[in-house]
Each structure stands twice: as structure tokens, then as C-alpha cells.
């Protein structure tokens, strides 16, 4: 999967950078790899990113956060039946179609940055909690419109999260489905009984 050319260099290379580090991980995701992925001459990463590899991958990280918070308004709206767990289905959902169309390859870059970066620098940690920010909030404001108590809705927000990015990682491990599937089934009832008549 690469940026559409429709797409500047800059944000070509920020997109491929999150693909490469929910493959390989931070670790193992090179600034020459992430120019070849975007099709960007190799000059253009210091011109971009003066920051280098760190400005790189926080910004890229970044902006898997903000595409993870993005998604949550597609998810609803698709919804024949919205519910707080009609919605955690489709965020599993997601995440199965994923690894049954091309393998177990792949996870969450915000959780491989997050493994992989938060015990390096203040910037990376800030990075990685700002993306998940920018996923729960509007996961948050989700489950309040589906009549979840607004003083419930943060704490169900972080439970869907977790949940969802451990049976992600169990999903890979287990080179199976069946993670996803199984606290799908599991959580359902208890996020569809926290709303309110």
C-alpha cells in the first residue's frame, strides 16, 4: 500500500513511514527505506524532516492516530443498528478483514511506535500519547451519542482501545483471527448495557 501521487513527497513519506513501522517496527524502519516506499528523493528527507528519523516517525505516528480517530465517524455512520457494540465490532472488524485479505504481517503503528520508541525521548512518548488522544476523543464523543453516560464514556473508550490493540497483537502472534473475534463476542454485552434508557 503506498500514498496516492496525488499526494506531496512530504505526505508520502509520513504515510510510508507508518506503514513501514507497523511492519517492521521503529527499529527497522530506515530513512532510505521510507524515501524508496514513497517514490521521494532521498535529499527531500532532510529538506522535510531537519529533525530526522525522530521528527520522522513522531510524525508519522501522529497522523496514525489522527487516521484511527478519523475512522470512528465512517464506523458509525455505516451502523445499521448503532451501538456501543455494533461499533467495537466494526473496529474488530476492521482489523480481521486486514489479516484474512493479507496475513498477520501488520499491526497498529501507534502501538509498534509505543513498544519500540517511549523509553527513548520525551518526544516520542508525547507523540504516542497524543495519538491516542486523538483516538479516544472522538471515540469518546462516539459513545456519548450512543447514549453512553458522558462520565462513562472516556473509561469505555480506553477499555475499547486496549482491548482492541491486545487482540491485535495476540491476532499475530496466534497467526489467527480468533483474538479478534473472541473479545468482540465478550465485550459486546457489557459496552451495550452501559447506556443509559
Known sequence: MTAPRTHGPRERMVFAAAQLIRRDGVGATGMRDVAARAEAPRGSLQHYFPGGKEQLVNEAVTWAGRYAGKRIDRYLAALPEPTPGALFAAMTKQWIDEFEATGFGT????????????ASTPSAREATATA????????????????VPPTRAPALATLMISTLEGAILLSRAQESTTPLMTVTKELTP??????TP
Open 190 to 195: 457489557l459496552l451495550n448495557a452501559s447506556t
Open 107 to 118: 499491526g497498529c503503528p501507534v502501538a509498534a511506535a509505543t513498544v519500540d520508541s517511549t
Open 132 to 147: 491516542f488522544a486523538s483516538w479516544s476523543t472522538p471515540l469518546t464523543a462516539a459513545l456519548t451519542t450512543l447514549d
